[in-house]
């Protein structure tokens, strides 16, 4: 069987990340010992249909990243569970010597706050409109793309039908592989000029609330270390949905052209009526993209704010809710130290490649 090279490429540490905390969310303080291990083993489960799907079949190196990678995955549920309520007493306590310093100039800070959440929704009511005509455009010009072959094909009135009928879809699926990535590649960049600017609007914040916390500033950056990562994974999301939308829509217009190589007209008429429909087909899947795309931008907008008036009611008065900062912050710890371990087996197998043993 022969190795395969790049499978590291392919196992994502956030994938790991998602298995791990997913399994971290099932367990409870009391779950019994039976249920541990049969969640344990399901979870070893998952871990391997992972390497499976991503790495494909056996080889050396695959077994061997797979030995290092599934025992470091395995232990970190535990320390989640060991670290979870040490950092939610961790994090009530610094939010208590937070509210303490700024109290004197309550005031003031909810005064700032109140401007922080009005800028942040101006900027993001700007960029959702780029989002949104940038997608009109786009799925306008593709539906002009592809709906445009196909009425050209049938103002040619093709006279050696079955001859040309194969070639034609053939072409046709490339020209949505083609646009459809296209598409993609021009909406995702709103995601990380997104990313860019609540960034500096996170800096802006700092930069506000750094004055009424002067005793505090730890506890502070604590608060918005949180805020952050909580943003950076709304836009994760946003990212994801466009890519999925538009893999999705991908998957929905290639049997078009499929269903079309399979047909087998007896004259002009039928490859007309076949065009026709087909045509009718790429544009009700196009405008079912544009209409699944468009609430993305608003929901987004209206989490991220929720994530800024969540920090201005957590600086306020003490309220009696639930506390669950420490998971944001668990979450971000987890990821940080997958993505560190992952980080230090790629370096060893540059290592190996560089400096092979004799």
């Known amino acids: 069987m022969e190795d395969r090279t790049g499978e590291q490429a392919e ?28 969640q344990k083993s ?10 499976q799907d991503k790495c494909g079949e056996a080889s050396t190196q695959t077994d061997d990243l797979k030995k290092k990678v599934v025992p470091f995955a395995m232990e ?21 010597e937070l509210r303490q310093q700024l109290q004197p100039n309550q005031e003031q800070v909810c ?35 592809l709906c445009g072959q196909l009425e050209s094909a049938m103002k040619d009135n093709i006279n050696c039908v079955q001859a040309a009928l194969a070639p034609f879809a053939c072409d046709f699926k490339d020209k949505v592989h083609q646009h459809v990535d296209k598409m993609k590649c021009q909406l995702t960049p709103y995601a990380d000029q997104l990313q860019e600017k609540i960034n500096q609007h996170i800096a802006e914040l700092q930069k506000t609330l750094c004055p009424f916390a002067k005793g505090a500033q730890e506890q502070l950056n604590r608060q918005l270390e949180c805020l952050a990562f909580q943003m950076k994974k709304n836009v994760d999301q946003l990212r994801n949905k466009i890519s999925d939308n538009a893999e999705d829509l991908k998957q929905k217009l290639c049997p078009c052209a499929e269903e079309m190589r399979g047909r087998q007209p007896r004259n002009p008429e039928e490859m007309h009526q076949s065009l026709t429909k087909m045509n009718v087909n790429v544009d009700r899947q196009i405008d079912e993209f544009r209409r699944n795309m468009k609430p993305c ?20 008065p ?41």
Not at 118 to 128: M, P, R, V, Y
Request: with cysteine; aromatic share 6%; proline share 3%.
């Open 111 to 145: 005064q700032k706050m109140n401007e922080n959440v009005q800028t942040l929704k101006q900027c993001l009511g700007s960029h959702a409109n780029e989002l949104q005509n940038s997608l009109n455009e786009n799925a306008e010009h593709l539906r002009q793309q």
């Open 297 to 316: 931008g608003e929901s987004f907008n209206k989490a991220l704010v929720h994530n800024l008036e969540e920090l201005k009611q957590k600086l306020g």
């Open 11 to 38: 196992m994502q540490p956030d994938q790991v990340c998602k298995l791990v905390w997913d399994y971290f969310n099932k367990l409870s303080a009391n779950a019994k010992d039976a249920m541990e291990q049969q």
């Open 42 to 51: 399901e979870f070893n489960q998952q871990l391997n249909t992972l390497f």
């Open 318 to 358: 003490p309220r009696s809710c639930g506390m669950t900062d420490h998971l944001s912050l668990l979450e971000k710890d987890l990821r940080d130290k997958v993505n560190n371990f992952f980080n230090s087996l790629k370096e060893s197998q540059e290592e190996m490649i560089c400096y092979p043993k004799s």
């Open 76 to 96: 970190l549920p535990c320390c989640l569970v060991r670290d979870s309520e040490k950092l939610k007493e961790q994090i009530r306590r610094e939010l208590e």
